[in-house]
């Protein structure tokens, strides 16, 4: 069983929040805001957050950029990750993603099932990794929010969590550009 142990360190990790969104505001922005208190409340450090509107390019952009910046280790955007003619979010992480994470998607839906049954099927829920830096896009519902939090990036994001963690791989993730 999984579990968080005191044999290894908590490592706090930057975290960069990126809100997809063509109509909110950081004083209207409650999913960007449920993430901040909550990774600040697990003893990360919010690295930098910001809106973006629903178009690839800016996404993309936006996570080119954070990319390169050797003060994020991990991106949690939120927005953009349903069905309907703007929600794109996932096409703009296929443009940068260099390693899918096909198991975030898998059980941030299952965690999401038992809240709201088939309904999470219109969740394109996703991650990887780029350029050495995580990368998670989750829908922008701060119900949502939190279940991505609270049942997978708490764990995964603590170096103490056991067996194993996304912390722990952190510098092995250039290996393939060295």
């Given at each position: 069983m999984a579990k968080i142990t005191g044999e290894r360190e908590f490592v706090p990790v930057n975290i960069a929040v990126l809100t997809v969104s063509d109509?909110?505001?950081?004083?209207?922005?409650?999913?960007?805001?449920?993430?901040?208190?909550?990774?600040?409340?697990?003893?990360?450090?919010l690295a930098v957050r910001e809106i973006v509107a629903d178009e690839v390019d800016l996404i993309a952009g936006k996570l080119r950029q954070w990319i390169a910046d050797?003060?994020?280790?991990?991106?949690?955007?939120?927005?953009?990750?349903?069905?309907?003619?703007?929600?794109?979010?996932?096409?703009?992480?296929?443009e940068v993603v260099e390693k899918?994470?096909?198991g975030f998607g898998e059980v941030f839906r299952m965690l999401s099932y038992e809240k709201i049954a088939t309904s999470t099927i219109q969740s394109r829920a996703t991650a990887g990794v780029a350029g050495g830096?995580?990368?998670f896009a989750i829908p922008g519902s701060t119900g949502a929010c939190k279940d991505a939090w609270d049942g997978i990036l708490?764990?995964?994001?603590?170096?103490?969590?056991?067996?194993?963690?996304?912390?722990?791989?952190?510098?092995?993730?250039?290996?393939?550009?060295?």
């Open positions: 109509s909110r505001t950081l004083e209207t922005d409650g999913s960007g805001q449920t993430l901040v208190k909550r990774l600040e409340g697990a003893g990360h450090k050797p003060e994020i280790d991990v991106v949690i955007a939120t927005g953009g990750t349903g069905v309907t003619g703007r929600d794109i979010t996932p096409e703009a992480f296929a899918d994470i096909p830096t995580y990368l708490v764990h995964q994001l603590d170096a103490r969590h056991k067996p194993c963690n996304f912390v722990e791989l952190m510098p092995r993730l250039k290996e393939h550009l060295v």
